[in-house]
């Protein structure tokens, strides 16, 4: 069967960019015969595009405020029929049904005016039902028909149109297919979505955050070089259905580098995570999931030197997070350090910031617009044959619901250090303990099978910087013996959520050294 021209066009979008322009090029250099609904009829003959109303096509008016017009068999027996069906082409002449060769359609905006806070019978009433039906009766029967759902297509269809004597190739009418089937299984998951949440599903509030079933709205942003090793093949999709996309990584600004890998994406969402969850100026520094450097400052220059300084080695060929717009001082600190840095992101970069780093052509640099709440959204791990849906995790504790169990009570200074040093624990995977000094980490452990080589290591990092400094500890302490690590170090006062059955060891141990132990009554794993 060889390609159909294209002499009948049925358009109908919400979203207008564009069409009067494609419309009248079907028209004026193909012939075709322009049939259209409601607004997109009024803004077609605006714009001199001849168009033929829709109520001409089905001989029956548009009713219930627009609810019903395209759902008639003189559109869908136009769009279904077989062209190589002898019956199909009989059935469709006895019944006066011409050929629609060409479908323009785009959705109504249910997602926007959800997003826009409009009330329950709003919504219901964008939700789509002859739009959809359109592209699916045009999808199913590509061989015949051409669907265009996206605006940004108009061109490269015309294009081909004018290579091919005024038609669309199949493989073209597939592509188009494949994305109209994509298109309408995001937009019913939208609004499943939608209604799931409305209609407080099952018995509480939970089953509202996590119903019975769940779709994922993802669309590939780009193929990745490799995956987190160069024999594996990666991508990534950006979610459609991310409720906090405003200043998120996904929809970040990259300026300048290389495109990012897999592992780069990975540290920068680590990195980006950890560093919302300070309310001062902050530098965050991650090398392999880890944060190798936290520091909060009033200034931000001195914030990144203080990261630095925690971990220089570990430092080199890391990425970094900051909270507040990099300026030229804070390259200008970077460069004095002579830091390979893989990617850094921020809320917005200094044009000089920008300059500066052009010489750098490698590096990555990547501006958020802003800086979204810590947590407030559910995040999805995979496990082999499903997905893991939880709550994100957010240091939201308040300091007044604290105990103290022990015989010293921390002064004001250590228990604003311990809240800093809570909030760094929370990013280092588990067992994890941070030591903390003026708002900074001087000694990170984390990622091991047991707490107290945790503590080694963080001891060990710290040195002779543990003196007077403070610890944190993501969950209690089995035994005494991580809390003995800090103390012999000089860790004058540690926090932790408690709840062990040794608890009264691991007091009376804080009691024996003269440290002050504050539980939280939660515990941040990050497995």
Same mark, same amino acid.
């Given at each position: 069967?060889?390609?159909?021209?294209?002499?009948?066009?049925?358009?109908?979008?919400?979203?207008?960019?564009?069409?009067?322009?494609?419309?009248?090029?079907?028209?004026?250099?193909?012939?075709?015969?322009?049939?259209?609904?409601?607004?997109?009829?009024?803004?077609?003959?605006?714009?001199?595009?001849?168009?033929?109303?829709?109520?001409?096509?089905?001989?029956?008016?548009?009713?219930?405020?627009?609810?019903?017009?395209?759902?008639?068999?003189?559109?869908?027996?136009?769009?279904?029929?077989?062209?190589?069906?002898?019956?199909?082409?009989?059935?469709?002449?006895?019944?006066?049904?011409?050929?629609?060769?060409?479908?323009?359609?785009?959705?109504?905006?249910?997602?926007?005016?959800?997003?826009?806070?409009?009330?329950?019978?709003?919504?219901?009433?964008?939700?789509?039902?002859?739009?959809?039906?359109?592209?699916?009766?045009?999808?199913?029967?590509?061989?015949?028909?051409?669907?265009?759902?996206?605006?940004?297509?108009?061109?490269?269809?015309?294009?081909?149109?004018?290579?091919?004597?005024?038609?669309?190739?199949?493989?073209?009418?597939?592509?188009?297919?494949?994305?109209?089937?994509?298109?309408?299984?995001?937009?019913?998951?939208?609004?499943?979505?939608?209604?799931?949440?409305?209609?407080?599903?099952?018995?509480?509030?939970?089953?509202?955050?996590?119903?019975?079933?769940?779709?994922?709205?993802?669309?590939?942003?780009?193929?990745?070089?490799?995956?987190?090793?160069? #024999?594996? %093949?990666?991508?990534?999709?950006?979610? +459609? /259905?991310?409720?906090? =996309? !405003?200043?998120?990584? @996904? $929809? *970040?600004?990259?300026?300048?580098?290389?495109?990012?890998?897999?592992?780069?994406?990975?540290?920068?969402?680590?990195?980006?995570?950890?560093?919302?969850?300070?309310?001062?100026?902050?530098?965050?520094?991650?090398? #392999?999931? %880890?944060?190798?450097?936290?520091?909060? +400052? /009033?200034?931000?220059? =001195? !914030?990144?030197?203080? @990261? $630095? *300084?925690?971990?220089?080695?570990?430092?080199?060929?890391?990425?970094?997070?900051?909270?507040?717009?990099?300026?030229?001082?804070?390259?200008?600190?970077?460069?004095?350090?002579?830091?390979?840095?893989?990617?850094?992101?921020?809320?917005?970069?200094?044009?000089?910031?920008? /300059?500066?780093?052009? =010489?750098?052509?490698?590096?990555?640099?990547?501006?958020?617009?802003?800086?979204?709440?810590?947590?407030?959204?559910?995040?999805?791990?995979?496990?082999?044959?499903?997905?893991?849906?939880?709550?994100?995790?957010?240091?939201?504790?308040?300091?007044?619901?604290?105990?103290?169990?022990?015989?010293?009570?921390?002064?004001?200074?250590?228990?604003?250090?311990?809240?800093?040093?809570?909030?760094?624990?929370?990013?280092?995977?588990?067992?994890?303990?941070?030591?903390?000094?003026?708002?900074?980490?001087?000694?990170?452990?984390?990622?091991?099978?047991?707490?107290?080589?945790?503590?080694?290591?963080?001891?060990?990092?710290?040195?002779?910087?543990?003196?007077?400094?403070?610890?944190?500890?993501?969950?209690?302490?089995?035994?005494?013996?991580?809390?003995?690590?800090?103390?012999?170090?000089?860790?004058?006062?540690?926090?932790?959520?408690?709840?062990?059955?040794?608890?009264?060891?691991?007091?009376?141990?804080?009691?024996?050294?003269?440290?002050?132990?504050?539980?939280?009554?939660?515990?941040?794993?990050?497995?």
């Amino acid at each position: 069967m060889s390609d159909p021209q294209i002499k009948r066009v049925l358009v109908s979008v919400t979203d207008k960019t564009g069409v009067a322009e494609f419309a009248r090029a079907l028209a004026d250099e193909f012939g075709a015969e322009i049939i259209s609904t409601g607004g997109t009829a009024r803004a077609l003959k605006e714009a001199g595009v001849p168009v033929t109303p829709i109520d001409d096509v089905t001989q029956f008016p548009e009713m219930m405020d627009g609810r019903v017009k395209t759902l008639h068999p003189r559109v869908h027996g136009g769009l279904l029929a077989k062209r190589d069906n002898p019956d199909h082409m009989a059935q469709a002449a006895e019944h006066g049904i011409q050929m629609i060769d060409m479908v323009v359609v785009n959705l109504y905006a249910f997602e926007k005016t959800v997003d826009a806070g409009a009330d329950f019978g709003t919504c219901i009433e964008n939700i789509d039902i002859g739009g959809p039906s359109m592209l699916r009766s045009a999808a199913k029967n590509f061989e015949s028909v051409a669907v265009v759902t996206r605006p940004e297509t108009y061109d490269d269809i015309l294009a081909e149109m004018r290579a091919n004597g005024g038609a669309t190739t199949r493989k073209t009418r597939a592509r188009l297919a494949l994305d109209v089937f994509r298109t309408t299984a995001a937009y019913d998951g939208a609004i499943a979505a939608w209604m799931g949440a409305q209609l407080d599903e099952g018995d509480g509030a939970a089953d509202a955050t996590f119903p019975e079933s769940r779709a994922l709205r993802l669309t590939k942003v780009q193929d990745l070089r490799y995956g987190e090793n160069p #024999h594996q %093949t990666a991508a990534f999709y950006r979610r +459609d /259905d991310y409720g906090h =996309a !405003a200043h998120s990584l @996904a $929809h *970040a600004h990259q300026h300048q580098g290389k495109e990012l890998s897999y592992n780069n994406y990975l540290d920068l969402d680590a990195a980006w995570t950890a560093v919302r969850e300070f309310d001062g100026p902050a530098c965050v520094i991650v090398k #392999h999931l %880890t944060p190798c450097g936290v520091c909060q +400052d /009033d200034d931000l220059v =001195a !914030a990144y030197q203080r @990261a $630095h *300084a925690c971990d220089p080695v570990s430092a080199y060929g890391g990425v970094m997070a900051f909270n507040r717009p990099v300026t030229s001082d804070v390259v200008v600190a970077i460069f004095d350090n002579k830091q390979f840095v893989e990617a850094i992101i921020a809320p917005e970069f200094a044009g000089d910031a920008l /300059d500066m780093y052009k =010489a750098k052509k490698n590096a990555r640099l990547l501006s958020t617009g802003g800086v979204n709440p810590a947590g407030g959204e559910v995040e999805y791990r995979a496990v082999e044959g499903g997905l893991l849906v939880q709550d994100s995790d957010a240091v939201a504790e308040d300091p007044a619901t604290f105990t103290v169990p022990t015989k010293r009570q921390p002064s004001p200074e250590e228990l604003e250090e311990l809240l800093f040093a809570w909030k760094v624990c929370k990013s280092i995977k588990s067992n994890a303990i941070a030591i903390t000094k003026n708002r900074a980490t001087i000694g990170v452990g984390g990622g091991q099978p047991n707490r107290v080589n945790s503590a080694r290591i963080a001891v060990e990092q710290a040195g002779e910087e543990a003196k007077g400094a403070v610890a944190a500890s993501d969950a209690f302490f089995p035994f005494r013996d991580g809390l003995d690590a800090l103390a012999a170090a000089g860790v004058t006062a540690v926090i932790e959520p408690g709840g062990s059955i040794r608890d009264e060891e691991v007091i009376a141990a804080a009691d024996e050294q003269g440290i002050a132990l504050v539980f939280t009554g939660h515990r941040h794993f990050r497995h």
